[in-house]
Structure formats: C-alpha cells, structure tokens
C-alpha cells in the first residue's frame, strides 16, 4: 500500500455496527497515515488506524460541517505530501456519500485512489429492522431515494412519479422531510395503507424503528420520538417486520450497560454485551502496565508449580520468557494453575495446557484445588506472577502448608485519568448496569467521579460485580451489587446480566 506518491482509499465504513466494516477496510486502515471521517462513522473503527492521525471532517444537518471543497483539498495536500490516506465514510462512499465528487477532484489532479466499497444502511438498517427490502412474491424491485432538499436544485431532487408504483422506495436522510415524502407518495398514488418503516441509528445499538402506514407513519414517528439519523422505507416488505425482528428482540435491547474493564481487555466484555443486544459506554477505570525488571531471580523451570490469576499475569510471564529468548519448553515439568478460563485460553495460545483450573476462580479455591491436587505442599516452589495490588491470602496459606512462595509483582494497575467531558457524557448516558470486574476497577471508578456525579449514576444503575472480592468493594464504596454471578468469569458475568435484566423486564409486563 506505500506509495512514494501518496494514495487515497474512499473506505465505506458500512451504517454503524463495527462489524460490517470489510476485511479490505481495515487492511486500508492499519496502513493509513491520515485518515479523515465522517460523522456517521463508528469511533470504534479508528482503533485500527493506530498509526494514523484522525481528523473529524463530518457534518450533519442543522450543525457545524467541513465544508466539502476543505475536504476535497486536504485529500490532494496529504496525498501529494505522499501520505497513504484514508477518507473514512459512512455507508458506502458511492451511496449519497459524496465519495463520487471526491473521486473525480482526485482523478483531475492524477492522485492514485482507490474505492473500497461498504455495507450501505438502505439494505443493511432495514434488514437489522426486520425488514428484507426485496422478497419473492412481495418486492422485485428496490428504489434507494435520497430525502434531503438540495437548495440548489429548488423544492425536490426527485420526481417520484417517474419510480413504479411497486416495489420498495428507501429514503435517506428524509425524517426530517417525512410529512413531504408522505404527501409526494400519496400525491404519486401509493395506496393509503401501504406499510412503511422509520428506522433510526440502524445498525447501532440504540436503533428504534417506528412502524406505521402511508397515513399514520407521521404520527407514528411523533408518538415513538424518532430522531436522525434516520431513513424510510416504503413497501409490502415493512410489514415482514413483525416476524422478522430479529435485532431489537435480542434480549439485552436497549439495555444501558457502563463497562470498567481496562482498555486492553474492555473488547471481549463489550463484544459479548452488544451481542446479546445492550448498548455499552466504555469507561476503563484501570490500565495494565508489565512491570520490566530481571524477577523472577530463578528460572521458571526450578519451580514445582506456576500459578496464574488471570491474563495479565500470563501476559507477564510470556513478555518475560520473550526477553529471555525462552519458549513454552523451558516450562516443561512445571504444572500450571490458571484462574479462569480466559486466562486458559490464553497459556493455549502458547501450546500450553494447564494442569489444574479451580472450578470456582477466587482465592479459597485457588488454595483448595491447589492443595488437593499437590498432595503434600512441603518444599515445592510455587511462583505466583500477581500484581502491585494483590491480596495475600492466598501466598500467605501456602506458606503455611510448607510451599516456598515467590511473589512476583510482574504488573501494576494504574488508574487512568478520565477526561471531564468523558464523565459528563457518562454521567448524562444514565447507564443501567455498571459492570466492575476487581476490586481496582470499583475504587477507581469512585475515584474519578465527584460524590454528585457518583451518586447521579446510583440513582439510576444498578451494579455488577464479578465475584465476592469485587462485590465487597462494591459495599465499602457505599453502593449495592444487584448482580453477581456464581462462577467469576465474563462469560458467568454476562449471563447473571442477562438473566436479572429478563426476570426484571418479565415482572414489569
């Protein structure tokens, strides 16, 4: 992708849903130098351009925009200054993206540019609504119609009676023009009952659909509040939505849901959370930072057992072995112990497999399953990688069955600093469920917000806590745990989330 001349991609970022994005998307992304995005663009999508700098050049109706031909030029500046650039769009960039325009402006000035095509939301919003916009039998044909006003053009953009009668008509950026869209179909001779759809943020968590027909999708919209983003869709299929709703009958729709974990390990948390339908706000309230230091003294293979609380202490021990020029062979005769099943996972990666995994992952059985599976603890070497943080029961019991016990402080939980405008965005989101997965994560969280704000997101959310430690952090906070899972993992967590939102939705009907 270098090019000593530069080189411009038109990326469709796709209508939301991070996961739409193409594989091409994000190989063009990994490789940008600059990229400038739109509004509309997922902000999760810029972590792939970790080595690029990010400019907002997005616009929206009735707010500040970049002016199109300041973008057309910083496309030519970047790009003749031998930048791989990256123009970053909604949707797909042919689709009422603009992305035309600014193909040609690259094409007059002999720019190397390429297109990379994207999930546009005029199929993908209607079929996460429920809603196929052709079907065999019902619609063969599709019209995708944009519902602005152009000032330039006067009144309308499209002659709605050169379209046919049939089919399904997809309007974008029309809720602001509704009523006229409503008339102009009814003025073409649409039938009055004819099902239509208003879906708004489709593919994001918070997408809302308002369903109704030619003569009462208007107030339909009203009654439910819909906003832009928004688009329209006309048709006999809209009415498939009734038993098609596959996106909004998950069954953490709409559920508002914090999540504490560090930057690092927040993904595989959300991933899981957005699945199963919530909307999540990213609020790490730790960091993790291996500690570089010649510790362990001895080598990992005089010692009898190796015990891992969690993946950071995996990570520790592999950046450790790393810097050794050591592989998984230096461990072998060493039985490993991992908490959790992540933290399994992980030693597999590296071909490891563990020897033992407590079935309940905290301290008290850590040392049970541990005992257990030694026999007699009396001379064996057990090192423990943990971090700056960690409590000492479990060390200090072993001790106490004769086993020698190195501690290794092998990583440090810092807490991050929380911008101002990150916890007034929190703090007016009003989540529903805050999740917190240690002790760490509880204080910090505490830490960051003033006894105001703290005491706004307690007023509306209840909490989550990962297991009994977490859970008593939770209490000397001077906050509740409403949920908590009896196995102390993410999967566990998710599922106690899931299983106390529907018991309380149910009690609610």
């Not at 519902?147 to 053009?153: A, C, F, I, M, N």
């Not at 996106?247 to 914090?258: I, K």
Request: charged content about 20%; hydrophobic content about 45%.
């Amino acid at each position: 992708m270098d090019s000593p001349s530069g080189i411009v991609y038109l990326v469709g970022a796709g209508p939301g849903d991070p996961g739409l994005l193409t594989l091409r998307g994000k190989e063009c992304l990994e490789q940008a130098d600059v990229v400038l995005y739109d509004a509309l663009v997922n902000p999760r999508l810029l972590t792939y351009a970790s080595r690029a700098s990010c400019e907002f050049v997005g616009k929206r109706a009735g707010k500040t925009r970049t002016p199109q031909e300041e973008i057309n030029q910083r496309l030519v500046d970047y790009a003749q200054a031998g930048k791989v650039v990256v123009r970053l769009k909604g949707g797909d960039p042919f689709v009422f993206g603009r992305g035309g325009e600014e193909a040609e402006v690259l094409a007059e000035q002999d720019i190397p540019f390429e297109v990379v095509p994207g999930i546009t939301a005029g199929i993908a919003a209607p079929a996460y609504a429920g809603i196929p916009v052709t079907h065999r039998g019902v619609a063969t044909s599709l019209s995708i119609i944009t519902g602005h006003r152009d000032p330039t053009l006067g009144e309308t953009t499209v002659d709605l009676s050169a379209l046919a009668q049939e089919g399904t008509l997809v309007f974008y950026m029309g809720v602001g023009n509704l009523t006229r869209v409503v008339d102009e179909l009814r003025r073409i001779g649409r039938d009055r009952a004819t099902p239509m759809a208003v879906i708004e943020r489709g593919t994001w968590p918070e997408q809302r659909t308002a369903l109704g027909t030619l003569d009462t999708i208007v107030a339909r919209c009203q009654q439910v509040g819909i906003e832009p983003p928004a688009l329209i869709v006309a048709g006999e299929v809209a009415r498939l939505r009734e038993r098609l709703n596959w996106f909004e009958s998950r069954p953490l729709y709409g559920l508002r849901v914090a999540v504490t974990r560090s930057q690092a390990h927040v993904s595989g948390l959300t991933a899981q959370l957005e699945a199963l339908g919530a909307s999540v706000f990213e609020f790490p309230t730790i960091d993790i930072g291996l500690v570089d230091s010649d510790e362990p003294a001895s080598a990992f293979s005089d010692f009898d057992w190796i015990v891992l609380t969690s993946i950071n202490g995996a990570d520790a021990l592999f950046a450790r072995m790393d810097r050794l020029g050591q592989d998984a062979r230096m461990l072998a005769g060493v039985r490993l112990c991992a908490i959790g099943s992540a933290t399994a996972a992980r030693l597999e990666q590296r071909f490891l497999h563990v020897d033992l995994m407590p079935e309940r992952y905290d301290a008290e059985h850590t040392l049970s399953a541990i005992v257990e599976a030694a026999e007699s603890l009396d001379g064996k070497r057990i090192l423990l990688p943990r971090s700056d943080l960690a409590p000492g029961f479990l060390p200090d019991e072993l001790r106490k069955r004769g086993a020698e016990v190195t501690e290794w402080i092998a990583y440090r939980t810092i807490p991050p600093e929380a911008s101002p405008e990150m916890i007034a965005a929190l703090v007016a989101w009003q989540p529903q469920v805050v999740t917190f997965t240690s002790g760490s994560t509880v204080r910090n969280f505490c830490a960051a917000l003033s006894e105001t704000e703290l005491a706004d997101i307690a007023a509306h959310a209840d909490f989550a806590a990962i297991g009994p430690v977490t859970a008593k952090a939770v209490a000397d906070a001077g906050l509740n745990t409403s949920i908590q899972p009896e196995q102390h993992d993410i999967p566990s967590l998710v599922a106690a989330i899931r299983d106390w939102h529907m018991a309380r939705t149910n009690g609610s009907d």
